[in-house]
């Protein structure tokens, strides 16, 4: 579940990377509402899974999701340049970001160990 919730406050960084620039600097009432809205739920989910899997894991995929599909959205939609070396750098996040998730344990991790051994 963990992972879902991950994946799904990505999917809605997208969605309110989208609407800041719709927004026009939080001057367009109705885009800077729907915005606020998507951070708020997108902070959720986040914080979510982020009590399930190791931080750095957690943040760097859903940062991930949310620099990559942002990217793409604007060479999509916005004219953004779409060269070959932009191309291959969002491919090699992309690459980045499934790797992290496959060497992560499938298992929540104790954030804090016991101290059995009297080494702290």
């Known amino acids: 579940m963990a992972w879902f919730y991950v994946l799904i406050g990505g999917l809605l ?25 998507l951070l708020i739920v997108s902070f959720y989910f986040f914080a979510k899974s982020m009590t399930m899997l190791e931080t750095g894991v957690a943040y760097a995929v859903y940062t991930g999701i949310g620099t990559a599909g942002t990217a793409i959205i604007g060479m999509m939609f916005l004219g953004e340049s779409a060269d070959p070396l932009r191309i291959f750098f969002l491919a090699l996040l992309i690459g980045g970001i499934i790797g992290l998730k496959v060497i992560s344990p499938e298992e929540p991790q104790n954030k804090k160990q016991t101290d059995e051994g009297g080494a702290g």
Do not use: C, D, N, Q
């Open 13 to 37: 960084e997208i969605g309110w990377a989208y609407g800041m620039k719709e927004s026009e600097g939080f001057t367009r009432p109705l885009p800077s509402a729907v915005t606020i809205f």
